[in-house]
T-cell receptor, first 112, second 118 residues
Framework: DSGVTQTPKHLITATGQRVTLRCSPRSGDLSVYWYQQSLDQGLQFLIQYYNGEERAKGNILERFSAQQFPDLHSELNLSSLELGDSALYFC???????????FGQGTRLTVV | AQTVTQSQPEMSVQEAETVTLSCTYDTSENNYYLFWYKQPPSRQMILVIRQEAYKQQNATENRFSVNFQKAAKSFSLKISDSQLGDTAMYFCAFMKLSNSNSGYALNFGKGTSLLVTP
């Protein structure tokens, strides 16, 4: 158990819908990262927050947004969902920005 | 942009044997970290080992060790005394260390699927 908690573990939704994925980092970790893992794109970095502030953006679509709250948990919002958004979404956290990240178990999103 | 290449999509090794997974990367940066992560069938991403680029000594973690060749931009993972529980997808990852406020994302390779057989 990495100490990073992601909910839900599985999510099935229809095209055009909006979902929210939640992440609770390890106790004491200030940095949160979101990654998307799909068969065709592999593991792709989406976005990073550090102590509530956005620090880096990767290949995140405009339909996707995220935030980190004062209690340091983070949410990834995916809207206007398309079939191609089906993937495993990972949250990871680290105590500082340049230390190793520990991953949650992921949320499997299936868009039908 | 940094690219990470894992040229072996699949590998197989017998229990108790040694196997080496390859990883090369392309970067113009001088300060960075390299990682190996393991993803077993449970999907959990597990950190295996970390190497700081400024360190000449190769990192080791129990049965796992790396061969870091900075000039060649090579970062291979050696697994000794392979165990059935080592069966997993292994990902090599690169993290640029920047002085700017640009974040510290991991840049992953496509992965190598390792099967340990009895």
């Amino acid at each position: 158990d990495s100490g990073v908690t992601q909910t839900p573990k599985h999510l099935i939704t229809a095209t055009g819908q909006r979902v929210t994925l939640r992440c609770s980092p390890r106790s004491g970790d200030l940095s949160v990262y979101w990654y998307q893992q799909s068969l065709d794109q592999g593991l792709q970095f989406l976005i990073q927050y550090y102590n509530g502030e956005e620090r880096a953006k990767g290949n995140i679509l405009e339909r996707f947004s995220a935030q980190q709250f004062p209690d340091l948990h983070s949410e990834l919002n995916l809207s206007s969902l398309e079939l191609g958004d089906s993937a495993l979404y990972f949250c990871a956290s680290s105590v500082a920005q340049f230390t190793e990240a520990f991953f949650g178990q992921g949320t499997r999103l299936t868009v039908v | 942009a940094q690219t990470v290449t894992q040229s072996q999509p699949e590998m197989s090794v017998q229990e108790a044997e040694t196997v080496t997974l390859s990883c090369t990367y392309d970067t113009s940066e001088n300060n960075y970290y390299l990682f190996w992560y393991k993803q077993p069938p449970s999907r959990q991403m597990i950190l295996v080992i970390r190497q700081e680029a400024y360190k000449q000594q190769n990192a080791t973690e129990n049965r796992f060790s790396v061969n870091f060749q900075k000039a060649a931009k090579s970062f291979s993972l050696k697994i000794s005394d392979s165990q059935l529980g080592d069966t997993a997808m292994y990902f090599c990852a690169f993290m640029k260390l920047s002085n700017s406020n640009s974040g510290y994302a991991l840049n992953f390779g496509k992965g190598t699927s390792l099967l340990v057989t009895p």
